[in-house]
């Protein structure tokens, strides 16, 4: 299935396979991009499908809070929203963790909540004491003053790269100014969907002074190369707290994310690797969220969380 969020990049991914010396060349086609696939021994599923409960909505638990917000973007020049996940009994008198959340190309501030619930989904393994607590913000990636997802999105692309400056000198400084979070880089993740999963990437890896946490579900062709990424291993070894990347092996896109992942281990930088058997679609990122949710914060966070950290993640 593919959906709005992916739609474009077909002639992306045609323009980067011919530039990539690396992609697979043979396999079956799949995720609707034309794309060859090809798995290798490393392609595996590491976490099991969580079941469809994980986003039902449940009675007798407590809620967080979901509101959109308006912020000034000196950035792109103009105001602009995002969506903000509080967790159940969120409190001035503590400080929480963030997680910011990227979408993909044709998607805005609203997919990740269409496509996933990050509330529900937060709120039910809060409950459980399976996940820290911690704020979602879920901003809008395209940095253009026009930053709705409509006409020729692929048009927009440009403003995906933009957004890194948006994302470090406004989205940022607002949430920290605004909600009572703990500051600091090892409380901070990103972590994103298809064109999100490469900005996540790209900015998480090139920005470990800000994130310590980093996350790419079934990421896009924008993401850069893997030397880019990481061109001091040791380094970056030294500074991560997790990478996880994921995708389908249904999906068309898998090779650019097989590339990193062959990269890492080569270099000796660990990471997740989670290849399920499904596409370029919402039931993927929803299930990386999932697990990725249940690692989140987990070392730093011990201490406050004891019953959290205590859990197992194959739950």
């Known amino acids: 299935m593919i959906l709005i969020a992916s739609l474009p990049l077909v002639s992306v991914v045609g323009q980067a396979q011919e530039q990539n010396p690396e992609r697979p060349r043979q ?21 099991p499908d969580p079941a469809d409960s994980i986003v039902k909505k449940r009675d007798g638990i407590p809620h967080g809070k979901l509101e959109m ?14 969506n903000i996940y509080t967790p159940p009994g969120y409190s001035s008198e503590k400080k929480y963790p963030v997680l910011y959340l990227l979408h993909g190309i044709g998607g805005d501030e609203t997919e990740w909540q269409r496509f996933a619930t990050p ?19 879920m901003p809008n990636g395209r940095a253009q003053k026009n930053d709705r997802a409509e006409g020729n999105v692929m048009a927009s692309a440009p403003s995906f790269a933009a957004f890194e400056k948006d ?46 946490w980093v996350g790419g579900f079934s990421s896009a062709p924008n993401m850069k190369t893997s030397e880019e990424l990481v061109p001091d291993p ?15 092996n249904k ?35 929803r299930n990386n969220l999932y697990h990725f949710a249940l690692l989140l914060f987990q070392q730093t966070s011990a ?6 950290a205590a859990k197992s993640t194959s739950d």
């Open 27 to 47: 396999g079956r086609r799949g995720g609707g991009f034309g794309v060859p696939i090809e798995l290798g021994p490393d392609d595996k599923q590491t976490f």
């Open 234 to 248: 040791e380094q970056t070894k030294e500074q991560l707290e997790l990478l996880w990347l994921s995708c389908g």
């Open 303 to 308: 201490d406050e969380q004891p019953a959290a």
């Open 251 to 285: 999906d068309g896109l898998i090779g650019f994310s097989q590339r990193l992942q062959r990269y890492l281990t080569k270099n000796g930088v660990p990471h997740i690797w989670n290849v399920d058997s499904h596409g370029h679609d919402p039931t993927h990122w």
């Open 69 to 82: 917000i308006d912020y000034e973007s000196k950035a792109v020049g103009t105001t602009r929203k995002m």
């Open 119 to 137: 509330d529900v989904l937060l709120d039910n393994l809060i409950a459980d004491g399976k996940a820290v607590p911690m704020i979602v913000v």
């Open 167 to 212: 994302l470090l000198d406004d989205v940022i400084p607002t949430i920290e100014s605004r909600y009572s979070v703990q500051a600091d880089r090892e409380h901070r993740a990103l972590a994103g969907l298809s064109m999100g999963g490469g900005q996540s990437l790209n900015f998480g890896l090139s920005n470990l002074d800000t994130f310590a």
